[in-house]
């Protein structure tokens, strides 16, 4: 199946830091990327949609000035957590789509970041 | 409401039990159905769709009751490395761009 990749998979950081952290699809092209936040004991939020070549769609709530999303290319996105804060402390999780694939739902999942702000 | 609803658990089960998670969804126009596992700390990883004929694949059934809004997996002969979190993940109609939204998972904790 398709791989993700993401980078770095742990972080820790000091308060008022910004953490970027890089979601790439290795053996296919994604059109669109999906990032994901997890808090302990509980399940994925998707905080926003990554169009390449195009502004990234924001869930609801969350604030698209502290987390930049940029998607330059078909096979990375990054997000950005600016000015970071102990309550940004979370598992950043990206996913792509692969436009090739037989099924328009499915999303490959990267490894996972965990990020810890001090 | 929440989009997508799980029993939490966890539940404790022991090696070769039959085991049975269920999952709601409150939007009736919802596309596809999948259940995903998750490993502690580990990223999820798609277990099996879900169909209104039902699938199975070994010792995993999937249901899918559409005018229920309900959907079920059952383990059958549970084993130790079946441990994990079971998330149930729907998908909106389709002018949401093809978001997942997630269930809270199911522990799942086998035995000796």
């Known amino acids: 199946g398709a791989v993700v990749s993401q980078h770095p998979s742990r972080v820790i950081c000091k308060s008022g830091t910004s953490v970027k952290i890089e979601c790439r699809s290795l053996?296919?092209?994604?059109?669109?990327m999906f990032w994901y936040r997890q808090f302990p004991k509980k399940s994925l939020m998707l905080m926003a949609t990554?169009?390449?070549?195009?502004?990234?769609?924001?869930e609801q709530g969350v604030e698209k000035d502290k987390f930049l999303i940029n998607h330059a290319s078909l096979t990375l996105s990054t997000l950005t957590v600016t000015s970071a804060h102990p309550e940004d402390s979370s598992f950043y999780i990206c996913?792509?789509?692969?436009?090739?694939?037989?099924?328009?739902?499915?999303?490959?999942f990267g490894p996972g970041t965990r990020l810890t702000v001090l | 409401r929440k989009e997508v609803e799980q029993d939490p658990g966890p539940f404790n089960v022991p090696e070769g039990a039959t085991v049975a998670f269920n999952c709601t969804y409150s939007?009736?126009?919802?596309?596809?159905f999948f259940w995903y596992r998750q490993d502690c700390r580990k990223e999820p990883k798609l277990l099996m769709s879900?169909?209104?004929s039902g699938n199975e694949d070994g010792r995993f059934t999937a249901q899918l009751n559409r005018a229920s809004q309900y959907i079920s997996l059952l383990i059958r002969d549970s084993k130790l490395s079946d441990s994990a979190t079971y998330l149930c993940?729907?998908?909106?109609?389709?002018?949401?761009?093809?978001?997942?939204?997630f269930g809270q998972g199911t522990e799942l904790s086998v035995k000796p």
């Open positions: 879900v169909y209104s």
């Open positions: 939007n009736s126009a919802s596309q596809s």
């Open positions: 993940v729907v998908t909106p109609p389709w002018s949401q761009g093809g978001k997942l939204i």
């Open positions: 053996d296919f092209q994604a059109t669109t």
């Open positions: 990554s169009n390449e070549g195009s502004k990234a769609t924001y």
């Open positions: 996913s792509a789509r692969d436009p090739t694939s037989g099924n328009y739902n499915e999303q490959f």
